[in-house]
């Protein structure tokens, strides 16, 4: 049963540009076909999704967010990484990671990202 888990800084300040990382366990990040996603929750609102690294190492992001979002991964620590630039107080919110191939099929508990001064 694949597995993922978030880790992030938790409270930043406006402009910075926080790393998040999800591991994943029971499951390999190359998998072909396999895609993993990040996707966020403002408080109160819906789901958003920003980007994907695909098994290939292609990447994909929102439209919304690409000019600030860089996805990467390492294969050999099975995980990958979210890096959003100059966040503002909009980007507060809970960030999850997901595993994908026809659908969603596996999601991580999500890590609260507060955007402070």
């Known amino acids: 049963q694949v597995q993922l888990q978030e880790s992030g800084p938790g409270l930043v300040k406006p402009s910075q540009t926080p790393s998040l990382t999800c591991t994943v366990s029971?499951?390999?990040?190359?998998?072909?076909?396999?895609?993993w996603n990040w996707i966020r929750q403002p408080p109160g609102k819906g789901l958003e999704w920003i980007g994907k690294v695909a098994y290939s190492g292609s990447t994909y992001y929102s439209p919304s967010l690409k000019s600030r979002t860089s996805i990467s991964r390492d294969t050999s620590k099975n995980q990958f990484t979210l890096q959003l630039s100059s966040v503002t107080p909009e980007d507060t919110a809970v960030y999850y990671c997901a595993g994908s191939s026809s659908g969603i099929y596996a999601w991580g508990q999500g890590t609260l990202v507060t955007v402070s001064s």
């Open positions: 029971g499951g390999s990040i190359t998998t072909n076909y396999h895609h």
